[in-house]
């Protein structure tokens, strides 16, 4: 079954910092994969996917992400923290045939003055 | 109203109450899935739906019944829950050629007492 690692349950930054934060997938067929954000009280938000071309993705508010099968993993970044960037972040693939989206267990980003 | 829709936001039930959870989604899609959030756990996926027929029951009690009447709309109904089934219930929708773009309803937060 496939399986999504998110390292780190809370990742803190300072505002205007880098923002990393990491995942990576067990599967011998790269699957899709996502970035997800949650604020508090909604629901999930797609941010990102990859799902063929190139492996660097780019999505709404600044994110990115790169697809890299030789470390399978998929770390999302942004290049300068904001406030309103504080919320959880989740990892997911769907395999590939698959529907089902399995996600990781999500990370808390908490950015500080 | 625009996008995927959940109603209650809200539930606290007693366990020998009968309660049902409601999804509407107003993209045109053919496909709806429902999804467990429980604290420190990831995101379950708990029943899909494709073309209003279930294809997908991941071991789900039976004390949680879907029903999918058409492709808009999606219901989880409840009874006789025990604590531990107090989460967020959230609901998506897609297009079933398009499972890697699942949209998300705001959830409903229930309490189980």
């Known amino acids: 079954a496939q399986s999504v690692t998110q390292l780190g349950s809370h990742v803190s930054v300072s505002e205007g910092a880098l923002v990393l934060l990491r995942c990576n997938y067990s599967?011998?067929?790269?699957?899709?994969l996502f970035w997800y954000v949650q604020y508090p009280n909604q629901g999930l938000q797609l941010l990102l996917k990859?799902?063929?071309?190139?492996?660097l993705v780019k999505g709404i508010n600044g994110f990115e992400a790169e697809f890299k099968k030789s470390e399978t993993s998929f770390h999302l970044t942004k290049p300068s923290a904001h406030m309103s960037d504080a919320a959880e972040y989740f990892c997911?693939?769907?395999?590939?045939?698959?529907?089902?989206?399995?996600f990781g267990k999500g990370t808390s980003l908490l950015v500080t003055p | 109203e625009t996008g995927v829709t959940q109603t209650p936001r809200h539930l606290v039930m007693g366990m020998t109450n009968k309660k049902s959870l409601k999804c509407e989604q107003h993209?045109?899609?053919?496909?709806m899935y429902w999804y467990k959030q429980s604290a420190k756990k990831p995101l379950e996926l708990m029943f899909v739906?494709?073309?209003?027929?279930?294809?997908e029951n991941n071991s789900v009690p039976s004390r949680f019944s879907p029903e999918c009447p058409n492709s808009s709309h999606l219901f989880l109904h409840l009874h006789t829950l025990q604590p531990e089934d107090s989460a967020l219930y959230l609901c998506a929708s897609s297009q079933v050629f398009k499972v890697y773009e699942q949209y998300f309803g705001p959830g409903t937060r229930l309490t189980v007492t």
């Open positions: 739906y494709s073309l209003e027929e279930r294809v």
């Open positions: 599967s011998s067929v790269p699957p899709y």
């Open positions: 993209l045109g899609h053919n496909a």
């Open positions: 997911a693939v769907i395999p590939r045939p698959g529907y089902a989206l399995n």
């Open positions: 990859y799902t063929t071309g190139a492996t």
